[in-house]
């Protein structure tokens, strides 16, 4: 079986984030994954969190927009973690939302190029080397990291995988992941990088019940942002993709598209169903090359929703 990760909601109230990493951590996940998304809270604080109040789950931060930060600071971050958890953090760096980016005056003018030189540097820090590129000059890590922390790029687009596959340790491909979209996102990485061990981390909207309508009827509005136009690589190359297009054409809006997407594609575009379905899922995500599957609780009772999901570890 593949690792089984979990991920934090990004709006899990303060007061529950540590029982709910606690929790995941007793239920025998892998992984616990936490989000940084403008504007709820910083990456590396809930890393610190997480890390501090548990004992081995792996904590992966997933992800930060590289653009955000000046890479020096993202190594010092990262390898602060390192130095104190060894071998329990798994950092992601993306490009980030471009509506948030241009938000906060971020966006770069070459977003492939501003993630190529983060992933890059932040990667020779870790490793203990100096940068010394035009930007940094003669840069290095005073303390030095001795279990290096796996650096995954969190990317979608046919070129940003090929960039993932040259500069980063792993990929995270963000939900809906399907073995379709995972067989073709591994050939823009290049068989090479594959071959040498590049993790792929899948993400997945995810609800069990032993009754898989009530299980689908959890997962439906998390499906509801599918049909926009940034989902369309997940989608492409899907057995249905006419079929899902034309469905979301005709409906009125997102919510209509939700409750109208047919039992067999819900099926598909997520881990849904009874706990032995949800299991033969994530072994069929593993089999076609995931490394970690992380399941993203569905609804909006976030404990309840983790404690089902415990089924399947």
């Not at 089984?4 to 994954?33: C, K, N, Q, S, T």
């Not at 593993?286 to 309840?304: C, T």
Request: proline share 7%.
């Amino acid at each position: 079986m593949t690792d089984i990760g979990v991920m934090a909601p990004r709006d899990l109230a303060a007061g529950d984030f540590v029982a709910y990493v606690r929790r995941a951590e007793e239920l025998g996940f892998a992984e616990v994954w936490l989000v940084e998304d403008c504007f709820f809270r910083g990456g590396f604080a809930q890393a610190g969190v997480a890390l501090a109040a548990t004992e081995r789950i792996r904590v992966g931060i997933g992800i930060v927009p590289a653009v955000l930060r000046n890479p020096a600071l993202t190594a010092m971050e990262t390898a602060a973690l390192a130095q104190f958890f060894p071998g329990r953090l798994v950092l992601g760096v993306g490009h980030g939302m471009p509506g948030w980016m241009r938000q906060v005056g971020a966006y770069p003018a070459s977003p492939l190029g501003a993630l190529e030189e983060h992933l890059r540097t932040v990667r020779a820090l870790l490793r203990g080397e100096t940068v010394d590129d035009g930007r940094l000059s003669a840069v290095r890590l005073d303390l030095p990291v001795e279990v290096v922390p796996p650096v995954l790029a969190g990317v979608r687009g046919p070129k940003s995988l090929a960039l993932s596959g040259r500069e980063a340790d792993g990929t995270v491909l963000a939900e809906p992941v399907t073995e379709e979209y995972l067989a073709v996102a591994r050939g823009h990485i290049g068989a090479a990088a594959v071959a040498d061990g590049h993790r792929v981390v899948a993400y997945n909207v995810a609800a069990v019940d032993e009754d898989p309508r009530v299980a689908r009827d959890a997962v439906r509005p998390a499906l509801a942002w599918i049909g926009e136009p940034d989902w369309a690589p997940h989608l492409a190359p899907l057995p249905f993709a006419a079929e899902f297009a034309a469905l979301r054409a005709r409906s009125a809006d997102r919510e209509a598209f939700a409750r109208a997407l047919p039992d067999a594609w819900v099926d598909r575009l997520a881990v849904v169903g009874t706990p032995g379905a949800a299991r033969e899922r994530i072994a069929a995500l593993h089999a076609a090359g995931a490394g970690s599957v992380v399941l993203i609780p569905a609804g909006s009772d976030a404990p309840a929703a983790l404690e089902a999901l415990g089924a399947v570890c």
